[in-house]
């Protein structure tokens, strides 16, 4: 077992049975023109998360661990984008809306990828999902049973949007889940801070927060 110097206590997990998830570092979130933009949001903030979330995939790439990337994706018909995501609010550009990065948040479409410096790797997973939360209509469940996952080490943006409804969603599920502060961020910092307090309330009411640095030393 690895123990790591977490909050609100240690959190100790076994490699055997852990997976490393990165959320939605998509162009779309993090570049100018995505869908992140089109909200209305300071897409700046994202750049804060890269490059701590490429320290976490180098580390789990170095052991071998497994690492599951996911995507807030569409299809090409939008059969799966609920009328009510689509029209809510009063974006620049709605999804499936042609732009800069292609139309967005579709599969396929440039903008929907994953940036470069987090590309995913061959071998490892990748989950396209329609929700904010990844188990929702996805095979993610079905994947980490097969491979005995326990244990999820979460980064990825947005915290308090798909990075906290997935990990509520995992934990609900029976997962013991760490998210690492650095290598998350928000459009606000505001509720990136709220976001961490409310995930390790009430003794980890979700799970567990910790620095990059108290994994990496738990690790080497
Ligand atoms: C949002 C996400 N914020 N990946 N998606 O719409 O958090």
């Known amino acids: 077992m690895i123990?790591?110097?977490?909050?609100?206590?240690?959190?100790?997990?076994?490699?055997?049975?852990?997976?490393?998830?990165?959320?939605d570092m998509q162009r779309d979130f993090i570049e100018p023109g995505g869908f992140g933009e089109t909200l209305g949001n300071d897409?700046?903030?994202m750049q804060r998360a890269i490059g701590p979330a490429r320290d976490l995939?180098?580390?789990?790439?170095?052991?071998?661990?497994p690492v599951v990337h996911t995507r807030?994706?569409?299809?090409?018909?939008?059969?799966d984008c609920p009328p009510a995501k689509r029209e809510r609010g009063s974006p620049s550009l709605r999804i499936g809306d042609h732009g800069p990065m292609g139309r967005i948040?579709?599969?396929?479409?440039?903008?929907?990828?994953?940036i470069p410096d987090l590309f995913p790797a061959e071998g490892e997973i990748v989950i396209d999902?329609?929700?904010k939360g990844a188990f929702y209509a996805t095979s993610l469940g079905e994947i980490l049973a097969e491979r005995e996952i326990r244990s999820l080490i979460f980064a990825g943006v947005t915290t308090e949007v798909c990075v906290q409804t997935t990990m509520r969603e995992a934990n609900d599920r029976g997962f013991e889940c760490l998210l690492i502060e650095e290598a998350t961020e928000s459009y606000f910092p505001q509720f990136k801070a709220a976001t961490l307090d409310m995930i390790r309330a009430q003794g980890?009411?979700?799970?567990?927060?910790a620095p990059l640095q108290a994994?990496?030393?738990?690790?080497?």
């Not at 123990?3 to 959320?23: C, G, R």
């Not at 980890?204 to 927060?209: A, D, K, P």
Request: charged content about 20%.
């Open 3 to 23: 123990t790591v110097d977490a909050e609100p206590f240690e959190f100790s997990f076994d490699p055997a049975n852990t997976a490393l998830i990165v959320i």
């Open 43 to 45: 897409i700046s903030h």
């Open 57 to 65: 995939l180098d580390l789990f790439r170095a052991q071998g661990w």
């Open 72 to 79: 807030e994706t569409h299809r090409h018909d939008l059969s």
């Open 105 to 114: 948040l579709i599969r396929g479409e440039p903008g929907a990828e994953i």
């Open 129 to 131: 999902k329609p929700g």
């Open 204 to 209: 980890g009411i979700v799970g567990w927060t």
């Open 215 to 220: 994994l990496k030393a738990a690790v080497n």
